[in-house]
């Protein structure tokens, strides 16, 4: 229907949006009374398969234990009014403001789009990661099948652009095709590459929780593997 469909925003403006997006998606997860039984002093016994948004379960430290994310939902007033205009105007909005920079930086490294130039930041792949948490989290509550097609579709795009040895960064790729051979990770200090994975290791945590998908986790395992 066209919500998902690229005009200039400022980072800061961006940024906003993705906080907006995740945090009122995410507090609807952890929200909500019970906790699960402790299991027997001294055997802490397997690891349950909790799906909060971090899995305690086993701590038998922990006062508060996380709920599953799909356990509370708002129902209305000012967190169910955000959530609302997260789901049907910020999520797509962003979408549509990224996906001729931020997701095009991905299609040029997989050779989807013709060219290899990388315009604009070090950042920008972790900005992408932040968009897809909060769409990760979005979906969680409206079970949009077309946000889930979306999703699937960045996620696919995503993984097609890790390296064999499990390190991604859509700069390096690029320079690469370029024909820049000896271009390295970390060959620069101030291009954001850790703090992006460290954002694409939290939206895959999220996607396998929510999805139960391994798509985006396998490939952050892999990236784990290789810092």
């Not at 016994?45 to 948004?53: C, H, M, Y």
Request: glycine share 10%; proline share 5%.
């Amino acid at each position: 229907d066209g919500r998902f469909g690229s005009p200039s925003i400022s980072r800061r403006s961006l940024l906003t949006g993705i906080e907006i997006a995740i945090g009122s998606a995410s507090l609807a997860a952890q929200q909500g009374p019970g906790a699960p039984t402790q299991p027997s002093p001294g055997r802490p016994g397997p690891l349950q398969p909790g799906k909060g948004i971090t899995n305690n379960l086993r701590s038998p430290h922990m006062k508060l234990r996380s709920v599953d994310i799909s356990a509370v939902r708002w129902t209305s007033g000012l967190w169910a009014e955000r959530f609302d205009v997260c789901a049907r105007a910020a999520v797509p909005n962003l979408w549509r403001r990224m996906e001729g920079v931020h997701f095009a930086h991905f299609l040029r490294a997989v050779g989807d789009l013709p060219s290899a130039d990388f315009t604009g930041n070090g950042f920008d792949d972790g900005d992408l990661y932040k968009w897809l948490e909060g769409a990760i989290a979005t979906y969680n509550i409206t079970r949009d099948p077309k946000l889930e097609e979306l999703i699937d579709r960045v996620v696919s795009v995503i993984a097609r652009a890790q390296q064999s040895d499990g390190y991604i960064f859509t700069r390096l790729a690029l320079d690469k095709r370029q024909g820049r051979s000896e271009a390295k990770a970390f060959e620069k200090a101030v291009e954001f590459e850790t703090y992006n994975c460290g954002h694409l290791m939290t939206a895959a945590c999220l996607h396998y929780r929510v999805t139960g998908k391994r798509t985006l986790l396998d490939v952050a395992i892999r990236l784990s593997d290789y810092l």
